[in-house]
């Protein structure tokens, strides 16, 4: 007998049976990563609140309570929702880049100004990216989803706003909702033949999207990636700084507050990109360890969340906000690492900035409410197509 059938359906729609039914593990880990990061940036300004601990923990407390709101939303509700969310948030990133609405800021026109607020549109549209896909899925057939001309709607709802981010020109968003997209359609049911070709298409097509379809300070930071030591005092400075803080470190790190790369503002934008190497600094391989600890430990559960759910919606939707977290986690320690380009991806929860930080706690919110109506059955046959 399945725990659904102990609790009769009015029971199970309660609020308080809905917060009993979190997943209090994904919370805890949430909490102790933005501690963390919170704690970081306290050390970076010097011991002081301002300018982005006291920020950085308010945004997190809000964000919190609408995570766990998010949670109570039954599953119909973003089923519904998933493509009007997504061409809303397309439709936003289209502002950016056609009307005057546009901000710039270090390099790219990635912000939209709405004259009270500055938002980027680049990090919400991953969201919608996720739910249009799960939708489509939900109502096609698995031989659909493993080889169909009817791909072309999905690789649709991947390829414009992958186009439009990489145009403004943000590289590190652009690669996200690429690869976003590729693993929700692999795990789907991609036809391997498909994949392998895909992968085969990639590897041709990059050396001369390189050379020609980059911006020159794109093209630098490619460069400077595989010889860094070309240009120590240039284009290769983030990187060396970045591996001198992670290695001083040693085992257990020079203490709370006593880093000189971040203290002394040797390492740039110690504050986003390159926090994880401040607690590299710091803490050492044992603190480093610990965090990332606790991120393989949010995507092992949040993965074993989406395995449960009967809802293939729940499955894919999970799955797919779980692959997002995961490459900001990877693509943000291959680049402070010297392992990949600097392409201005940030850690999860533990870097400052408000837009990366809601889109986190909104796709970690979609996840709790898969695991609270793991049980919810939503009908097939309502594909858009």
């Given at each position: 007998m399945t725990a659904s059938a102990l609790t009769r359906p009015g029971e199970r729609d309660r609020l308080s049976t809905k917060f009993a039914e979190l997943d209090w593990r994904i919370i805890g880990l949430l909490c102790i990563l933005a501690g963390i990061g919170t704690a970081m940036l306290y050390s970076i300004a010097g011991g002081h609140w301002q300018p982005?601990?006291?920020?950085?923990?308010?945004?997190?407390?809000?964000?919190?309570?609408?995570?766990?709101?998010?949670?109570?939303?039954?599953?119909k509700w973003w089923f519904h929702a998933a493509y009007p969310v997504y061409g809303v948030l397309l439709f936003m990133v289209m502002l950016v880049e056609f009307t005057p609405?546009?901000?710039?800021?270090?390099?790219?026109?990635?912000?939209?100004?709405?004259?009270?607020?500055?938002?980027?549109?680049?990090?919400?549209?991953?969201?919608?990216?996720?739910?249009?896909?799960?939708?489509?899925?939900?109502?096609?057939?698995?031989?659909?989803?493993?080889?169909?001309?009817?791909?072309?709607?999905?690789?649709?709802?991947?390829?414009?706003?992958f186009i439009l981010v990489a145009k403004q020109p943000d590289l590190g968003s652009a690669m996200i909702i690429g690869l976003t997209g590729g693993v929700m359609m692999f795990m789907a049911g991609l036809s391997w033949r498909v994949i392998g070709a895909g992968v085969a298409a990639a590897v041709a097509v990059i050396p001369p999207f390189v050379m020609f379809g980059m911006h020159d300070y794109q093209r630098n930071r490619v460069l400077t990636f595989l010889n860094p030591e070309a240009d120590p005092s240039g284009t290769g400075y983030n990187i060396i700084q970045s591996k001198i803080a992670l290695g001083s470190g040693g085992l257990m790190g020079k203490g709370y507050g006593l880093g000189s790369q971040s203290q002394l503002e040797f390492l740039p934008e110690r504050h986003t990109d390159f926090i994880f190497s401040t607690v590299s600094e710091e803490f050492g391989f044992i603190g480093s360890f610990t965090v990332i600890a606790c991120y393989v430990a949010l995507i092992l559960i949040s993965l074993r969340i989406a395995a449960l759910s009967h809802s293939h919606f729940g499955r894919l939707s999970a799955a797919g906000m779980t692959a997002f977290v995961a490459l900001f986690m990877l693509i943000n320690g291959a680049m402070v690492m010297g392992l990949a380009p600097v392409v201005g991806v940030p850690?999860?929860?533990?870097?400052?900035?408000?837009?990366?930080?809601m889109t986190v706690m909104v796709g970690f919110g979609l996840i709790l409410s898969t695991r609270v109506h793991r049980y919810v059955e939503l009908p097939k046959g309502q594909g858009l197509f």
């Amino acid at each position: 007998m399945t725990a659904s059938a102990l609790t009769r359906p009015g029971e199970r729609d309660r609020l308080s049976t809905k917060f009993a039914e979190l997943d209090w593990r994904i919370i805890g880990l949430l909490c102790i990563l933005a501690g963390i990061g919170t704690a970081m940036l306290y050390s970076i300004a010097g011991g002081h609140w301002q300018p982005w601990a006291a920020k950085h923990l308010i945004r997190f407390g809000v964000l919190l309570a609408g995570m766990i709101g998010l949670a109570m939303v039954h599953p119909k509700w973003w089923f519904h929702a998933a493509y009007p969310v997504y061409g809303v948030l397309l439709f936003m990133v289209m502002l950016v880049e056609f009307t005057p609405l546009g901000y710039v800021a270090g390099g790219a026109k990635n912000w939209l100004h709405l004259g009270f607020i500055r938002i980027q549109p680049a990090e919400f549209v991953k969201i919608g990216l996720v739910l249009a896909l799960a939708r489509w899925y939900h109502g096609h057939s698995a031989q659909d989803a493993r080889w169909s001309w009817k791909l072309l709607f999905p690789a649709g709802i991947i390829g414009v706003p992958f186009i439009l981010v990489a145009k403004q020109p943000d590289l590190g968003s652009a690669m996200i909702i690429g690869l976003t997209g590729g693993v929700m359609m692999f795990m789907a049911g991609l036809s391997w033949r498909v994949i392998g070709a895909g992968v085969a298409a990639a590897v041709a097509v990059i050396p001369p999207f390189v050379m020609f379809g980059m911006h020159d300070y794109q093209r630098n930071r490619v460069l400077t990636f595989l010889n860094p030591e070309a240009d120590p005092s240039g284009t290769g400075y983030n990187i060396i700084q970045s591996k001198i803080a992670l290695g001083s470190g040693g085992l257990m790190g020079k203490g709370y507050g006593l880093g000189s790369q971040s203290q002394l503002e040797f390492l740039p934008e110690r504050h986003t990109d390159f926090i994880f190497s401040t607690v590299s600094e710091e803490f050492g391989f044992i603190g480093s360890f610990t965090v990332i600890a606790c991120y393989v430990a949010l995507i092992l559960i949040s993965l074993r969340i989406a395995a449960l759910s009967h809802s293939h919606f729940g499955r894919l939707s999970a799955a797919g906000m779980t692959a997002f977290v995961a490459l900001f986690m990877l693509i943000n320690g291959a680049m402070v690492m010297g392992l990949a380009p600097v392409v201005g991806v940030p850690m999860p929860m533990l870097s400052y900035g408000g837009s990366s930080m809601m889109t986190v706690m909104v796709g970690f919110g979609l996840i709790l409410s898969t695991r609270v109506h793991r049980y919810v059955e939503l009908p097939k046959g309502q594909g858009l197509f």
